[in-house]
């Protein structure tokens, strides 16, 4: 036993212990502790990672020793590393580059509460990505949202608190749902360890018994998680909660906490139900219409919006999309598609994000486009990443976006029949769609305002004319996150390697 | 292709390779030689520019471009370059800063990525119905895989090559030239007109012949409905422009009509046809260049964009005018002048095709073209040199030296090719033949 | 050798050589006179090298052994003739030069269109391989497209109705010398082509040469016509022209009818070419000189001013005397061939029991038309040459001999063609061409002419209103079909544009102020209820964002989970 396999198990115990202490320690103190906790942890995830890399095959951690079924269990393997060392980076890089913001919004006094969530948050992320216990992820995913909405409410305005209480009432039905399908699955199969429930689910459906509940607890999953990670039409709390909130919070919202939901619906598919039984599941059927009425729907509301982090918002939902089709297609081809827009979503939304929140601060401290009109010239930093993101999304070659739309239709030809000629044609129309808005807020932020006319008001044009401060942080920030997002686009072939390896070991 | 190089290998089946065969030469060729002349013509139309640097940064990216584009081994290479080459002529466009120019360059780029888009999804039919991912003559198309799939196969043949055809002007993706061509400054129109669109016809020549093949498209709806659009594109083009009197516009209308007489070429999928549009292409390049350089030049030294403003210019700028003469003859189709001969290749090999109705009505159109680019091109040249008594007569003076330079030179071309087409010709008939 | 792409052919056997030798005489004798016609007179530069250019293209087309060839300096010559004709300058010129034009470029790209279809049709475009070549398809469609095609543009190069427009036109502006060769060889490059056309790749078809013979005969009588009723010394000349082309048309149609068996027909053809290529030099040179000195064309205005100058005088007489088919010209000799052609066809068709009425009806137009012609040709030649004018003063001028009307060498250069024709009559002075028969219609035609002269004697005939050019054909093009075709390109091109625009809405607003804020729906409802639309708008837009739509939207998508999978 390696010392690195510990790192799952106590990377999540130092987060929660460093959460605790961030309650007592003061301002600055916390902030300290809270990067340089997300740091080690993000720096033992790489280890853990470099470890599979050489070779290593997934293992079981038991925790504390107590054999199965009454005891707690992590799983890790090459795909649960690299998911968890890109979580804990992109959170850290967000925080980072959201700082400037954490102070104007929250306020000095609530800052280590920000840090508590946060922190927490991380926690409950890798806790989801390691977890092999359905009952453990049922806790994690009550942190989980509790978190996220503290996060997202700690910015006390009262657009936000609104917005986030419908988070939480939707949030909360869905880890209903979730809480409803495991008790099913429990009083049918009597375990909680997902290895164990696999083999009960697998000999129930071999005995043809105890169909319906089995199809209803797995509707009520499905259903529950897709909630949680904004499925169409599950999503419209989205919009309001991402773009009210300060911008590091958007970042990780949009960036990791929906996938963190995703991520645990496929190891149950993969680790609950079983790949034989899912192959041929229906419930891929309705994830891949709704995953494709996703992306041209989110794609439509961005084309509408005027305001850049409603649009993100928006454009959120229709990656999402993207995964719930390459998921829905039912091949692991199409499993990986959807786990390579994971990460590269992660990546550029949390960047864009962060960007958007620079380009608000050049702009007096609004978001809507008449606004923000020439930002990217005020605040450079900021238009560059838009740049970087928007050829990230548009899906030019070089850049993340293209493996993921790549890989995503080469997995629908090999599938044939409709599902393949309903989500080519749904890629490229919501591929077309997002290079027009996308392009559009490029041009809008773009515009050299002596030659144009402008809507904005004359106070704001005063306040463009105020020097933009920008924080040495924040640029450190974005260009780590240029660098990131440029590297898994150049290493993508690396990025689908890993990917399909880990898948391999891990069901 | 033989020899392909492999710069980059994204992934299993997916990589960058680069070869050269002979119809990417003569592209490359063409490239270059046009670079050059529009180089020495821009080295002093700058001044009238006003952001020369961001220019030729730009011009020389495009040239880059281009070259890798000539020299794309398989089709992901070929879309790659296609897409950064929209992306860096853009700037070209909206040099000038204006709001016209902007919304140009904005048009031009929505078109053209949205082409390109429609452009890949052959890409992802290629690669899993084909055999390899280097182009070969005669299509790479898998027999046995294929087989029962034709309808899908020619859909998507089809939208790629109208894909495609944005960049070329071919109906109905055609409006962004005669936005963008005109407010470009004089030696990016010529170079936008005269060899951007010629890599949209090389990335459909592509297509056509070395991935799908023509044996596979000749002969169904698909080459009916892309010989139309390009026999409406041809007469559109010269229709429009016959009734315009801005002088850069009416030269972008008609280089949407000419490019589609190249384009009604490669659809017949014949080999005298073909060997007409690859002729085409290349005295097209010439005598576009040359005519967006007389008009660039009338516009630099005396500041007049307007058709009906020029009355009389001929006399006062003889040696612009002149060669815009000689090259506006070689665009209608008047022998000894280059272009006659393309012109009677496309003909004779659209009826020697036999296909119905649009054997004879090809050539019927392309010469009620002919005859409507007579007459939005000689006007010029007559009221130039022969204002009439008593009419009044426009103010001006010669362009400089090396503006004349380059115009000519290409009107040199435009006599010597037409005259002494034999060993051009030779070489376009093999390079065409290779394509079958 | 092999230029411009494919390999031209050049041959110098019969007809080729005959109108190349005769191409050099008409250059050097225009030429020559052009010393002293253009020494006054501007762009003297621009107007001999366009003089040469053309006589090298003329050449390139009459020596030409293949069809690709003879395209390509036929179109070179048009262009090259173009510039000859807007000489001037002036706006008659000018609108002169785009009727040639016009017809010059769009007879042009038919006839190309009609080279594309003969090629396709039998692989070959050599000359002398077209009669074999054509014999199979006798009859067919496709050659019949082929030929009228080709036939419009040599046509109308040649001027024969109805694309004899520009040639009433553009002669007259020309100066002297040019239209002495617009005139007289350069109309023969396209009778050349139908020569072609009839003689070889048609020869022996009735229907064609029917329709050939039609056109002749209209061409004939309208020129003639329109001659007679001409106020200018130039466009009589020119109308004069159209006349003498439809008569060469009418043998050519004659020579195709019969399959060029009909010796007669063939003869008189090619001499009835060489003559009037020798008259109008003439002519036109004398018409030159009188241009040359009082700057004026109109009848009345240079009536009597040949009064004392005999030598001019007898230049003109003996080109008018050889126009009309006067016995003992060899005009006569080359009318009366084509005379007697016709009567030969005639009393053959009537051997053969065929219906002559028609062929009856041509020869008589043939002889009205010869009747015409002497009628305007001693019309002009009382009225430079015997008449006073009618202003005494003008009339004292022009008899005032100060100084000389033409140099040495102009008159003598004017006196070669005299001389040549002279020459062909004497050389023709042969028993069997002044038969009786053969004598009666020529003097069947004078005897009309004359009695026309009569009924016309003094009278001063006003120009005829209707112009075919100006009424028919440019309403139609410029004003019909051009502005129809102009519609249906713009609607063509919108189509991307303006469903783009469709379908962005007003997406684009904000960024391109300049354009018009079109919004259909607000169009369509009238701007009473766009408020309400948009506050309709607002309202769903609002419910949108709400709790209780999420909520709706998530159960919804909850029961078709249930639904979809407990069914399955």
Known sequence: ?507 | MTNAVTLLTISDGLSIQFASDGLGRIFLCLDTVMWILAAIYASKYKEHMKKPKQFFVFFGLTYLMLAALSMAANYLTMYLCFEFMTLLSMPMVLNDGTMESIAAARKYLMYSIFGATLGLLGFFFSAYYGTSAVFVSGGVLDAAKTAGKEGTLLVTAFISIVGFGAKAGLFPLHAWLPTAHPVAPAPASAVLSGVITKAGVLCILRIVYQVYGAAFLSGTWVQTALIVLALITVFMGSMMAYGEDLLKKRLAYSTVSQVSYVLFGVFTMNPAAVLGALLHVVYHSIIKDCLFFGAGAVIFTNHKEYVSQLRGMGKKMPVTYGCFTICSLGLIGIPPFAGFLSKWYLATGSLSEGLPVLSWLGPAVLLLSALLTAGYLLPISIQGFFPGEGEKEAEGKEAPGRMLFSMLVLAAATVLLGIFAQPLSDVMQQIAGGLF | MDLCGFTMSFTTAGIHGLYAVMACFMWFVSLAFSLEYMHHYKHKAQYYAFMLATFGATAGVFLSADLLTTFVFFEIMSFTSYVLVIHDESKGAMRAGETYLAVAVIGGMVMLMGLFLLYDLTGTLKIAELADACAPYAGSGRLYAAAVCMLVGFGAKAGMFPLHIWLPKAHPVAPAPASALLSGILTKAGIYGALIICCRMLAGDEHWAAAILAIGAVTMFLGAFLAVFSSNLKKTLACSSVSQIGFITVGIGIACLTNNLSEMASKGTVLHMVNHSLIKLLLFSCAGVVYMNLHKLALSDVRGWGRNKPLLGLYFAIGALTISGVPGTSGYISKTLLHESIVEVIEEMEHAGEAVWMLKGLEWIFLISGGLTFAYMSRLFFCLFIRKNRAEEVQKGYNNKMHPYMNVLSASVIALPAAAMLCIGAVYWQHHYYTWTNLKGSLTSLAIGGLLCLLLKGKDLKELKFDLEDQVYRPVLLKGLVPLLAGIASILTGLGDNFVRMLQGGLLRQIQPHEERFSPMDWLRGRRFAQRWQEIRMDVLDSANSLSFGLLMAVLGLCVFLIYLVRN
């Open chain 1, 1 to 507: 036993m390696s010392p690195v396999q510990n790192v799952p198990a106590f990377s999540i115990l130092i987060l929660m212990l460093c959460g605790i202490l961030c309650l007592v320690l003061p301002r600055t103190a916390s902030r300290r502790l809270a990067d340089c906790a997300i740091a080690l942890v993000a720096a033992g995830n790489i280890a853990l990672l470099l470890y599979f890399l050489r070779g290593a095959d997934a293992y079981i951690y038991s925790m504390g020793e107590i054999g199965a079924p009454f005891g707690n269990e992590l799983r890790a393997g090459m795909l649960e590393a690299a998911v968890a060392s890109l979580f804990s980076i992109i959170t850290l890089l967000s925080l980072m580059g959201g700082r400037a913001h954490l102070r104007s919004d929250i306020g000095r006094q609530k800052v280590n509460l920000y840090y508590i969530s946060t922190l927490f948050l991380l926690c409950s992320m890798l806790a989801l990505v390691y977890t092999n216990d359905l009952f453990t992820a049922y806790v994690f995913v009550e942190i989980n949202t509790i978190t996220a909405c503290g996060i997202v409410m700690s910015k006390e305005d009262g657009y936000t608190l609104a917005a986030s209480m419908r988070y939480f009432i939707m949030s909360l039905v869905g880890s209903g749902l979730f809480l409803i399908s495991i008790c099913i699955l429990y009083a049918v199969t009597g375990h909680l360890l997902m290895s164990n429930i696999q083999e009960g689910v697998a000999q129930l459906y071999a005995q043809g018994q105890y169909r319906a509940p089995l199809q209803v607890a797995i509707a009520l999953m499905g259903v529950g998680l897709s909630l949680k990670s904004a499925l169409w039409p599950f999503s419209s709390w989205l919009p309001d909660a991402h773009s009210s909130a300060s911008a590091s919070s958007s970042a990780m919202l949009s960036g990791l906490v929906l996938k963190s939901f995703i991520f645990l619906m496929v190891k149950i598919f993969y680790r609950v139900i079983g790949v034989g039984i899912m192959r041929s599941h229906a419930v891929l059927d309705l994830l891949l219409v709704f995953g494709i009425l996703g992306m041209v729907m989110g794609s439509v509301n961005a084309l509408f919006e005027r305001d850049i982090k409603r649009l993100l918002a928006y454009s959120s939902i229709g990656q999402i999309g993207y995964i719930f089709c390459g998921i829905g297609l039912g091949t692991s081809a199409g499993v990986a598609a959807a786990m390579v827009q994971v990460a590269v979503h992660a990546c550029t939304k949390a960047m864009l994000f962060c960007a958007a929140g620079g380009l608000m601060d050049a702009s007096g401290g609004s978001k809507k486009f008449r606004d923000i009109e020439g930002a990217g010239r005020r605040d450079p930093y900021a238009g560059v990443a838009f740049i970087v993101g928007t050829l990230s999304m548009v899906g030019i070659p070089f850049f993340g976006g293209f493996i993921t739309k790549l890989s995503l239709v080469q997995a629908a030809v090999t599938v044939g029949g409709w599902r393949n000629l309903l989500s080519i044609l749904a890629i490229i129309t919501s591929t077309i769609l997002t290079a027009i808005y996308y392009i559009n807020v490029l041009a809008i932020v773009f515009r050299a305002p002596e030659t144009a006319p402008t809507k904005a008001s004359e106070k704001l044009r005063e306040e463009w004319k105020k020097q933009v401060r920008l924080d040495t942080e924040y640029e450190f920030a974005i260009i780590l996150f240029i660098i990131l997002n440029l590297t898994i686009g150049l290493q993508s072939d690396r990025l689908m390697q890993i990917i399909t390896t880990g898948l391999s070991m891990f069901g």
